[in-house]
């Protein structure tokens, strides 16, 4: 389980959860590493101003990892971490890397509206 | 006087926090206000293996410690944030915030610290983290069996491009001089690996690809002459600059724009103070950013002292 206080997808199950419980989901898919800590940082900030957003984080080398490592909008991705955006379970959007606060926070407001 | 304290701290990484553990428990009023991510470099540290009294620890878990010193002693910490105007020169320092909220103080402790000095090339930006790194620990098993490029001449370059060797088919050194300024057994080791080749007097011109990175211009500078290398990744490791865009024309810089402090780590400028890796200074260290932080607040709870006690004479 990586040390952050998003909630964490632990399995596929819960991923599944996640996405039929919530409209808009952010899942940060990294390790412990400094291209993602950063990452988790900002989301935890954006947690309470982006009430509408499910912020999670979930462990890169986990098997289940996959349905994140897998997807078409991943493809190519070799960076840590591989962050993933889902409107009504569906991937809309998808960086590799570290991220500002400022390029997360434009993504939100782009897929999900402030 | 919400917004006004007694002293702010621009920086949250081991300088500022340590900066603020001090004031904060010397009873100051103290807010940190950080760009990024609080931990500052010690985040891009897996493991500190030489900060005493703790074995083994990870970079994050090290920050994490200080962060909650910092705040168990009362000092306010707000991060991620951008700093969009600065006035030090008054009495009363101005510290503007994402351009809106404006905070005050009677001081204010500069701990900016440093950054990945970056090539600053066209597409750089594009192909981060689909073909471009910063960081082989993290990115280093995506390149496996693939061919890298090690962009500088450091230790940190050389060694990485070492350790690269684990993953990469092949890794090719592209440095800009003509010799390396790493220490002598890191040139040697890298000279001595089969899977590492040099290009000397060189430099990336463009990252080039489609949806990753496909290929490099690489120029050579003696010669200004320019050829393509198809390529799978490039790791960049070409030093680090300090945090001081900001400051100039503000307070005095040194000619590699690092700030000038005195040994009781105050600037040019009466009430700020500067503390770690964005100060003039020979080691970049936790342990010398911690030492310098330390000093700036407690030269800090000094002034504050001084200047109650000449208001009361
Ligand atoms: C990969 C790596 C490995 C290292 N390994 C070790 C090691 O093993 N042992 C060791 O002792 N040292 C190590 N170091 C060096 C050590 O991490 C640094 O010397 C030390 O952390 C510097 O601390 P600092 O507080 O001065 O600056 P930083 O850590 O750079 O912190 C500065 C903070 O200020 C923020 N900031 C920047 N500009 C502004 C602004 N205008 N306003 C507000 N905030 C701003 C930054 O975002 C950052 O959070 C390593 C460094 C790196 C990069």
Known sequence: MLHTNLTHVLSADDHQKLLGENENVMICCGRMGPMCIPVYEVMEELENEYKHVKFADMEFDHPDARLIRSLPQ???????????????????????????????????????GR | MENHYDVIILGAGAAGLTAGIYTSRAKLKTLILNEGT??????????????????NISGYALARIMKKQAQDFGCQIKSNLRISALHLDGVVKRVEVNESTVYTSAIVIIATGGKSRTLGVAGEEKYKGNGISYCATCDGDFFSGREIIVVGGGNSALEEAVSLTKYASKVTIVHQFDHFQAYPIAVEEARNNPKIDFIMESTIDEFIGEESLRRVKIRHIPSATVHEKPIDGVFIF????????????????NRWKEIIVDESRSTNLPGVFAAGDSIAKKYRQVTTAVADGTIAALSAVSYIHDAAKTRAA
């Open chain 2, 238 to 253: 070409i030093g680090y600059v300090p945090n001081t865009e900001s400051l100039a024309g503000i307070i005095e810089l």
């Open chain 2, 38 to 55: 609080v931990g500052g470099q010690m985040v891009l540290t897996h493991e500190i293996a030489n900060y005493p009294g703790v074995e």
């Open chain 1, 74 to 112: 991943t493809a190519g991705f070799m960076g840590l971490p591989f962050t993933v955006y889902y409107k009504n379970g569906q991937p809309v959007k998808a960086t590799s890397s570290i991220q500002r606060m400022d390029q997360i926070t434009a993504i939100l407001d782009e897929q999900f």
